[in-house]
């Protein structure tokens, strides 16, 4: 007989939690936070009722623990947008494409969703916080592989700043109005942006 502790138990047991997950994330993507809910994400999976609380007790535990396969799929939208870029010369131009390329895909929006609906829910923003400082060395990561062409440039950490919080404006804009030759120019005005402030005086924050 088969127990809990054997090897075919523990890969049904991940197996499981890994098509609740799946069934979330699709439903996030298609359907957003509102309407994803544990019986959408039950009835996707194919999973009973028991298994899903088993793994995910409450709605927000669920839904932090897309995070990080969301996480997941927007590296695969930067490695995507790097091939389709691979032509772009200027090294600094290249990067910030490529980010803002991934900024406007299904799975980046959903997280930025998920920030947002956590306002005003208590649990979930705790869940969705301690999730994303699970994430976040990822997600550094992949940023300064992009810019690791500017890491020296005293600027170098104002301008990541900056233009992680310009992606995610871009990306929110994009929900109500989506215009790719606006979105262009935006992006176009942020590469100029980023190399004036890599070409000005180090940024002083002591004052």
Request: hydrophobic share 45%.
């Amino acid at each position: 007989m088969q127990t809990a502790t054997n090897p075919t138990a523990a890969s049904r047991k991940l197996a499981t939690r890994q098509r609740l997950l799946d069934a979330a994330v699709s439903s996030l993507i298609e359907l957003g936070v509102a309407r994803t809910t544990t019986l959408e994400v039950q009835r996707r999976s194919g999973a009973s009722r028991g298994a899903l609380l088993h793994h995910f007790p409450t709605h927000a535990a669920l839904l932090s623990a897309t995070i990080e396969e969301l996480v997941r799929r927007n590296d695969e939208a930067v490695c995507q947008a790097e091939q389709a870029m691979g032509d772009i010369s200027n090294p600094l131009e290249r990067a910030i494409r490529v980010l803002s390329a991934m900024s406007l895909k299904p799975a980046f929006l959903a997280e930025l969703e998920l920030w947002a609906a956590s306002r005003t829910d208590g649990d979930l923003q705790s869940a969705i916080r301690g999730a994303e400082r699970a994430a976040r060395a990822e997600r550094e990561r992949v940023v300064e592989n992009l810019l690791a062409a500017v890491q020296k440039e005293p600027n170098y950490e104002v301008v990541k700043a900056l233009s992680i919080g310009f992606l995610r404006g871009m990306a929110l804009s994009s929900v109500l109005v989506s215009n790719p030759d606006h979105q262009e120019k935006l992006v176009a005005q942020w590469v100029w942006a980023v190399q004036v402030l890599l070409d000005a005086p180090p940024f002083d924050d002591s004052n």
